[in-house]
């Protein structure tokens, strides 16, 4: 494998070497190759990779979409074989020995086999039985298990019918049924909400300190990858760089800055500042935007950014891990000759002239400027009230973000929007039509991006574009001119034939999008649409839906993801289907500021906001 000096130096060492002292080696890839045929056409998933895992430390893997974590993962715990080279693990050669292998170490996939028709309980006692855990000791492992995970009062609760966080801890609790030596999980915490998400990085934090645990994870959210002893950089299953967090981060040092301007929005200044020479990352965060650039101070960029911006205001603030990462693969992508990634090639965001529609006349609406009008919006289903007199109003060219834990009753919120599910009381008005007596005349003015992205996977790109173009009866022409148009400016034409469930998560998206726009909406749901999806999907995604809305297209979003709420103009967060705030990112962090959290995160707020809540309802 050919790499520059500075992976090559990063392959070389011990990935979780501490200062003083380094455990024993746990896990070791030498020179591993592995290779995927798949209609005539090979694709090298991992290329030649090198590395080492030292014990009892969480070590992170990280990369864009595709850039061969799965592999990796399913490399070592023994479930695929190399093409080239030796794993080994915990002294083990993995392909000589798989099953001793299997014996001393757990493996959470991404869709781990809960079986949803089984309680907690019986779910536990299965995965004891596939692990052969002696029955003598499965009353004290399972009383241990529900004390970590907190799901001891839900033991004869279906497994179906626990919220998404929960789930992902009984996983985890079922994978460690019988203590492993070293554990592997794969996006763990992906689709589960910050509250869940921090519940599970304590268990897996007690796991490390009390029993000297080996975690090897990947992970989509950077700021997990930044809690990590060490991480591994994989892209294009290539390995990029292999060290500490701090030391990424180190790399970008005076590279940082927040800029605001007046008089110029958010997302159009933002549009600008990614454009510009000597900017790399341009991502929104609050009122301002977020940079990162090619030079190591202001000195040489802020002249040319305020003679293009007159009223632009540059504040340096201290790096993230998140800037090193997209630093390093901008870089490295541009050291191949290319701008980006090409697996995230940047698809400029489509024309406003091309995307967004001439609105078609429709009822005068009693919610003054509002596109969107709840009031009073109630769900109940049988004695169970999901959505608790829930009232808020959408203007046309808003981005809304509608937050909340898993089970708030945001879905079922969505749901009403969208005129899927009747409400019990209250009035809902979308686009001027009472969802009560103009249903599908509203569901004709909105497109909906779903969290699975609802694609049929056996049919081809173009195949689930014509089925969606059918679905919104468009015809002749412009059905036609609508299909190219998706092709085009999403970079779907060179894998129209192929099958959608074959495209890389990134791609699922943009077609996912693509499909949503067809008819060219006034209002875009969204839901959770970048669960899962690396850091430049994500950036390209949030540049077409800046595009929209600075073009009038109304969005709702919900999403776990508090990075990315930022991008929204403002936020409602629900918690057991009531609202508990609404405002601006940069306001509802206000409320958290204090002496605890002196420069809170939209995180830190939402969890402050939610605990909050609970406090008074146990009260």
């Given amino acids: 494998m050919t790499v520059d000096r500075q992976a090559e130096g990063a392959r070389r060492s011990p990935v979780g070497a501490r200062d003083a002292v380094t455990d024993a080696t746990v896990l070791r890839l030498e020179h591993v190759t592995r290779r995927f045929?798949?209609?005539?056409?090979?694709?090298?998933?991992?290329?030649?990779?090198?590395?080492?895992?030292?014990?009892?430390?969480?070590?992170?893997?990280?990369?864009?979409?595709?850039?061969?974590?799965?592999?990796?993962?399913?490399?070592?715990?023994?479930?695929?074989?190399?093409?080239?080279?030796?794993?080994?693990?915990?002294?083990?050669?993995?392909?000589?020995?798989?099953?001793?292998?299997?014996?001393?170490?757990?493996?959470?996939?991404?869709?781990?086999?809960?079986?949803?028709?089984?309680?907690?309980?019986?779910?536990?006692?299965?995965?004891?039985?596939?692990?052969?855990?002696?029955?003598?000791?499965?009353?004290?492992?399972?009383?241990?298990?529900m004390h970590?995970?907190?799901?001891?009062?839900?033991?004869?609760?279906?497994?179906?019918?626990?919220?998404?966080?929960?789930?992902?801890?009984?996983?985890?609790?079922?994978?460690?049924?019988?203590?492993?030596?070293?554990?592997?999980?794969?996006?763990?915490t992906v689709g589960v909400d910050p509250v869940s998400r921090r519940e599970l990085w304590q268990i897996i934090d007690h796991l490390v300190s009390t029993r000297h645990l080996t975690v090897v994870m990947s992970t989509a959210y950077l700021d997990e990858a930044e809690?990590?002893?060490?991480?591994?950089?994989?892209?294009?299953?290539?390995?990029?760089?292999?060290?500490?967090?701090?030391?990424?981060?180190?790399?970008?040092?005076?590279?940082?800055?927040?800029?605001?301007?007046?008089?110029?929005?958010?997302?159009?200044?933002?549009?600008?500042?990614?454009?510009?020479?000597?900017?790399?990352?341009?991502?929104?965060?609050?009122?301002?935007?977020?940079l990162v650039t090619v030079d190591t101070d202001a000195a040489a960029t802020g002249p040319a950014l305020r003679a293009a911006i007159s009223d632009i205001d540059l504040r340096p603030v201290a790096p993230r891990f998140e800037d090193g990462f997209i630093v390093m693969l901008k870089t490295r992508a541009g050291m191949a000759g290319t701008a980006t990634p090409v697996e995230h090639d940047a698809v400029a965001p489509p024309p406003a002239s091309r995307t967004v529609p001439t609105p078609p006349a429709a009822p005068a609406s009693n919610g003054g400027g509002s596109i969107i009008v709840a009031d009073h919006l109630t769900r109940r289903f049988g004695d169970f009230v999901a959505v608790d007199d829930l009232s808020f109003r959408v203007d046309r060219g808003e981005i809304f973000g509608l937050l909340g834990a898993n089970g708030a009753g945001k879905s079922t919120t969505f749901r009403m929007l969208c005129g899927l599910l009747p409400s019990s009381a209250g009035e809902l008005r979308v686009a001027g039509y009472d969802l009560r007596r103009a249903a599908p005349a509203a569901r004709g003015r909105i497109g909906y991006m779903a969290q699975k992205f609802s694609l049929y996977g056996d049919l081809s790109v173009l195949e689930n574009l014509e089925f969606f173009s059918a679905a919104y009866r468009l015809s002749g022409a412009r059905r036609q001119a609508r299909i190219a148009w998706a092709l085009e400016d999403f970079g779907l034409g060179a894998m129209r034939d192929g099958a959608s469930r074959d495209l890389p998560l990134g791609f699922k998206q943009r077609l996912a999008l693509a499909c949503a726009l067809l008819h060219e909406p006034d209002i875009l749901f969204l839901d959770e649409p970048t669960s899962g999806v690396d850091p430049l999907a994500r950036r390209e995604f949030w540049r077409r839906i800046n595009a929209l809305a600075e073009a009038g297209v109304t969005v709702l979003v919900t999403t776990h993801f508090m990075e990315e709420a930022e991008y929204c103009d403002r936020l409602a967060i629900m918690a057991q289907g009531r609202l508990l705030a609404t405002g601006d990112p940069d306001g509802i962090k206000a409320r958290t500021r204090g002496a605890a959290h002196p420069d809170p995160t939209l995180e830190d707020a939402f969890i402050d906001l939610l605990q909050a809540n609970a406090t008074e309802q146990a009260a």
């Fill in 227 to 290: 809690r990590c002893r060490s991480v591994l950089l994989l892209h294009e299953g290539r390995l990029l760089g292999a060290d500490t967090p701090a030391h990424f981060t180190a790399r970008v040092a005076g590279r940082s800055f927040l800029a605001s301007a007046p008089d110029t929005g958010k997302r159009r200044l933002q549009e600008r500042l990614a454009r510009m020479p000597g900017v790399l990352d341009a991502t929104i965060q609050g009122a301002a935007v977020r």
């Fill in 37 to 145: 045929s798949a209609k005539g056409r090979t694709v090298t998933a991992l290329d030649a990779i090198d590395a080492e895992v030292s014990g009892g430390a969480v070590i992170g893997l990280i990369g864009p979409d595709g850039a061969g974590k799965t592999t990796f993962l399913r490399l070592c715990t023994g479930l695929l074989q190399p093409d080239d080279g030796r794993i080994e693990v915990l002294g083990t050669d993995v392909a000589r020995d798989p099953e001793a292998v299997r014996a001393r170490i757990g493996y959470m996939p991404q869709r781990f086999g809960l079986y949803e028709d089984l309680t907690v309980r019986e779910n536990l006692e299965l995965y004891a039985d596939l692990q052969g855990v002696a029955p003598d000791e499965r009353a004290e492992r399972r009383s241990e298990l």
């Fill in 148 to 188: 970590m995970t907190g799901l001891g009062p839900f033991l004869a609760r279906l497994a179906g019918r626990l919220s998404g966080g929960m789930k992902q801890k009984l996983g985890l609790a079922c994978t460690l049924v019988r203590i492993p030596e070293l554990l592997f999980l794969d996006e763990p």
